[in-house]
Structures are given as structure tokens and as C-alpha cells.
């Protein structure tokens, strides 16, 4: 696809947005609505609703509408060599352009301008543990036939599977194979994001996230892929195209078979938790510097060699089934226990392994 908006790519990740400072993005998304046909629109919680034209089902797209990042005087976006970086003009710094997740809501905004009947939402707050999703009403999905989102890093991903829960059903798979093919995508796990909250909240068809763009997301290295998000955009319509018409039901109890027939969770638990302690509380840190401590790194020594690869966090959970690690920051697995294996001169399965 030609990059025919570029333009209202740029001007979307010019909008600063953060976690309880939405507003922002919330009067960029009504202003790009007087453009578009046939809309009608409503606000609950801070989150925004979008119908557009008249259908008995519809299918659906989502977003979020924050990101993680401070909000600067000075927000600069350059594009260099087929990428958009971003800058803060006040010391020339590289800060996180916040492809995580206005990525999301441009390509959401774009199927709104190119499909006549559908749905959108987006939501507030997702990266304190989807907050707007949590608090969404249900009802506006009671007519949709499929929920998408692009809420994921790189390129190629297609999530279907998060937190050992089902998101979409054997037939919505097959359905989409040709498309996966075309596009060079592949079904994988995932990390929490709104679509697995909606499944939580009881939503009854199928849904999927998948990556659309961004690179390095939760740092001041993000970065977004000028070619990776338009061909995102030419998948998702791909799959509205190849979707629409149908309504793509999963019963709970398939949801529910998967988890039980896979490892259910990270750190032995499922969402947001680690052990048996609420993800986010004292508690859980507390919990998680004794994880440290049994490696022998005490809280304030902790450094690089025991962050994340792909954006520092600190914050990494231990998912026994895969023998892998899982980051809480970028909702990506790291490839941070093997260094740490080979670190410690001790192999996989070896009764020193600290697991």
C-alpha cells in the first residue's frame, strides 16, 4: 500500500498523550471524526464508541488511546531513512514517539475513513492494566462479528492466544491463513492488552492483536517503521474483506479448554500477577526482589545484564512451562535466561538452575 497518509500518520504521533493525560488524543480523534461520513459517536468512562453506517453486525476494530511517555514542551518527530523518530527540542534528547499505541489509533482511524459499515473503540489507559477496556461497555459489542487490534511491536506477530486464554476459534484460524500467508504473519502469544480484557469482561467472538509498526516500544528508542505500519493497514483491511459478513462466535468453554491443556499463566498465576500477589502492589515488589535476591542481586545492583534486551525493564516474570522470561514493561518474552544461563556456566534442566 502507498503511504497515501503518511501525513496523518505524523500527525498522530505528534498528539502527546500518557496514562491519565488522554485528553489530547481524545480531541484529535473527535476532530478527525468531522471528515469522516456517517458516524455516530458516543463518550463513556473516557472512552469513545464509533458506529459508522447501518449493518445488522459489524466488524471492529480497537485502541488505546495513552502510552507510557512524559509529556514534552518541546515534541519533535523526524523522519529518517523510512523511520520516525522523535525528539525533545529543549536539550535534543531522542524520547519515545509513543507508537505504543497511537500506531493503533491511526490505523484505526484509517479503516473508519475506508470502511463504510463498522465499529471502533478506543479506550483510556491501557498500560496500568487496561482500565478503560475493564470499565467497557459490553454492549456496544453485542452486534460486532470479530475484534482486532494493533497494539504489538515489529511486524509479524498475530496474536491469537494471551495469558493461556483462547481469543478467536478454530474456523476464525483457518479463515485467515491465506491472508497470515500473504502478509507474512504468524499466530503467536501475546500480552495483556484490551482485546484479552474484553475476553475477560465476556465477549463472545472471535479477536486478535498484532504488531503494526513500532520498534524498541517503553523507551526513548522507539521508533516507528513508515512501510511496517501501512502494510498493517493493507492486513487489516485484508481481513475485514475476507471477515466481514459472518459473525466469528467462540464459545467460553473453548476459551476456557485452552488454558487448560496449556501452561495457564506467568510466574504461576494469570493477569497482572506474580505468585499469588496483585500485580503493581507492594507485595509484588516486594515478591519480585526476592526473585532477584535468589540469583544474588539485590534490588539497588540489579543493571543491564538482567534487563530486558528489548526495552531495560526490570520487571520480568519467570514463565515455567517455556523455561523463558517474560517482560511486565514491553509484554514480550526476553531472551534474557539464557544469558543468564550461560552466565552461570550451568545447563537448561541442571538442579543449580535457579527456577
Known sequence: MKHENKKGLIETLSVQTATYKTKNMELFIYEQLKSIEGCETYEDNGNIYITRGEAKTYPCIVAHTDTVHDIYKNFNIFELQGKLISIDGSNMNRVGIGGDDKVGVFIALEVLRKVDVCKVAFFRDEEVGCVGSR????????????????DRQKRSDFVTNIFATKLCSDDFSEAIKPVLEKYKRKETDGGLTDVYQLVENGLGVSCANMSCGYYDPHSNNEYVIINHVFSTLSFVLKLFGTLSGKVWEVDSADRDDYGNNHYYGYGNSRYGSWGSKKWGSDDYYDEFDEWNRSFGIEPEDKDDDYCCPNCNGTEILEDDFDERLWCCS????TDVLQKLIDDMAIEPGDDELPF
Open 135 to 150: 470499565e467497557a461497555d459490553m454492549s456496544f459489542f453485542d452486534d460486532t462479528e470479530f475484534v482486532l487490534q494493533c
Open 330 to 333: 514491553c509484554g514480550e518474552f
